[in-house]
Each structure stands twice: as C-alpha cells, then as structure tokens.
C-alpha cells in the first residue's frame, strides 16, 4: 500500500524567508503526487500535481514541488513566504481508487 | 464553475443518533468521494460513489453508509453515532474516478458528537 510521510508537523518561518515542506511517500507503482492547502475551516484546496514528465511542478501561489524518485520525496518549496500562506499544507499520493494524505504541516508565519 | 457544496456545514448529535451528510459535486463531475479528517487519524478515505456505484470503500465499521444520486449528487449517512465520530467530513469531486484524478473539496461538514 502507499503511503506518505510529511517531515515535521510544525514548521515556522519568518515572512520572505524560505519555505520548504518536506513529503516523502511509498509507492509500488509510479506515483501520481499532490500537494493540497487547507486555510482554517475551509476543505482542501489543490496547489500543484505531478503526473509524469517534468519533474519540477509550478503551482498557485508561488509554490513548486520537485519530484526525485531515487528519494522518492515530493518536497513543496516556496522563495518568499508571505503572511497569507499561514495554512495546515497536505501531500498526498494516489492509490487506485483515492487519495492517500499525509498527516499534514502547520505553516506558521512569522512576522 | 461553482465548487463543491456540502451542507449542513456544522452539525451536533448525540451519541446513537444518526445522521445524513450532503454533497454536490461540481457540475459535469460524475465520481464523488468522502473523507472523515480528525486531529489523531488525519485524513482518511472513506468511499469513492460513480455512476450510482460505490467503486471502492474505506476501512471504517458499515456504520457508515452513503450512495450517489443520478445527478451525481451523494449522501453518506452514519447510524449509532459514537463519539469518535466527531470529525469534519470532506466530500471532493472529480470528473471521473480513480486516484490519479485531481479531486476538488468541498469546506466540508463539521460533525459533533455529545
């Protein structure tokens, strides 16, 4: 079975500092791997996906995602956090019929 | 396009009701899948509905039902509530199934249980 494991469950950064979010997953067959955003009492929302091809995905907000299948990480990175990313941040790999989630960072936001 | 709806958006029962969650699903997207997210569990699949029929099914007790309608709408319902059933339930569309189908939520029911 697939699985995912996101690195630290808090990270903390300073406003136009760095984000990275690390995410590595298990996967028996070549991945499908997402990152969703989830801001406070709101449901998921997609920020990038990686099917084949490319391996460095851009997604919304600034945020990309590299994929490295000898590390088999997905690792969510941003250059320059802003206030507004402050969310709980979910990578997820696909398995037949559904998503399987990590268990997610807070991102805080420091100003 | 409008998103995904799910209504109530907030909801408290008592231990041994039951209860009935709705989703619509976001036009022209006929595969609807649930998840229940808690603080110690995270997110969890629960069942994945297409064309009327349940594809695959989380492992959760058959206490926990659902079914889609011919207009892709779906409903799940949780009989004997227990207190551990308190969670927020997700429902995401997509317009077709499988995993690899990027899935679009929906805020999500709040679900208390007393």
């Known amino acids: 079975a697939q699985s995912v494991t996101q690195l630290g469950s808090h990270v903390s950064v300073s406003e136009g500092a760095l984000v990275l979010l690390r995410c590595n997953y298990s996967s028996s067959v070549p991945p499908y791997l997402f990152w969703y955003v989830q801001y406070p009492n709101q449901g998921l929302q997609l920020l990038l996906k990686y099917t084949t091809g490319a391996t460095l995905v851009k997604g919304i907000n600034g945020f990309e995602a590299e994929f490295k299948k000898s590390e088999t990480s997905f690792h969510l990175t941003k250059p320059s956090a802003h206030m507004s990313d402050a969310a709980e941040y979910f990578c997820a790999v696909s398995e037949a019929q559904k998503l399987v989630f990590g268990q997610g960072t807070r991102l805080t936001i420091n100003p | 396009k409008a998103g995904v709806t799910q209504t109530p958006r907030y909801l408290i029962k008592t231990r041994g009701q039951q209860v009935t969650l709705s989703c619509s699903p976001i036009s022209g997207h006929r595969s609807v899948s649930w998840y229940q997210q808690t603080p110690g569990q995270g997110l969890q699949f629960l069942f994945e509905y297409f064309s009327e029929t349940q594809r695959n099914k989380g492992n959760f007790p058959g206490r926990f039902s659902g079914r889609q309608f011919s207009n892709s709408r779906s409903e799940m319902n949780v009989s004997t509530l227990e207190l551990g059933d308190s969670a927020l339930y997700l429902c995401?569309?997509?317009?077709?199934?499988?995993?690899?189908?990027?899935?679009?939520f929906g805020p999500g029911t709040r679900l208390l249980v007393l």
């Open positions: 995401a569309s997509s317009p077709n199934p499988g995993g690899r189908e990027t899935q679009y």
